[in-house]
């Protein structure tokens, strides 16, 4: 096998996925990564609606959350967040499937800027998330893999 970037951001994936209980726990579908890119789904389920019978905004921030970090470790390099800001623009209600496409901004050196826009299956905006990475050079989520933006 050839490690193309694609194939390195599948991998950084699969490796992420095999412990991330947060992201399995509330039904989050990782359904496409790329090299700095992520597209994730959740459907809004009735333990997730607040006292307003609407999604609970730390859940919606969650889904958000967790297709930035598919997108900026998907170049082997292990990255964290180091921070992030998010606006709610609609309310997601009980059965909306959420879809979250998180892309690179930014990345140079050890810090990446990735904004990720969250609508529902109407193709309406429910959120904005801007998230700020911090890369740990030299530490591959996946051994024996290439590290870091790559050709072809």
């Known amino acids: 096998m050839t490690a193309t970037p694609q194939r390195i951001a ?12 947060s992201t399995k726990a509330l039904g989050i579908c990782i359904e496409s990564v790329g090299p700095g890119t992520c597209t994730a789904t959740m459907t ?3 333990d ?8 609970h905004g730390g859940l919606i921030s969650t889904l958000a959350d967790s297709a930035f970090a598919f997108a900026c470790n998907g170049y082997n390099e292990i990255t964290v967040a180091s921070g ?5 623009l609609a309310a ?3 059965g909306d499937v ?8 930014s990345k140079s050196g050890r810090t990446g800027v990735y904004d990720v826009t969250v609508r529902n299956q109407r193709g309406e905006t429910v959120a904005a998330f801007r998230g700020r990475s911090y ?4 530490k591959p989520l996946v051994e024996g893999l290439p590290m870091g933006r790559q050709g072809g």
């Open 92 to 94: 997601a209600r009980l």
């Open 135 to 138: 890369t740990m050079k030299g």
């Open 98 to 105: 959420l879809t979250a496409q998180a892309v690179e901004v």
């Open 48 to 55: 997730m609606l607040n006292g307003h019978a609407i999604c």
């Open 44 to 46: 809004v389920r009735e």
């Open 10 to 21: 599948e991998a950084a994936r699969d490796a992420m996925l095999k412990g991330d209980r």
């Open 84 to 88: 992030f800001d998010i606006n709610l």
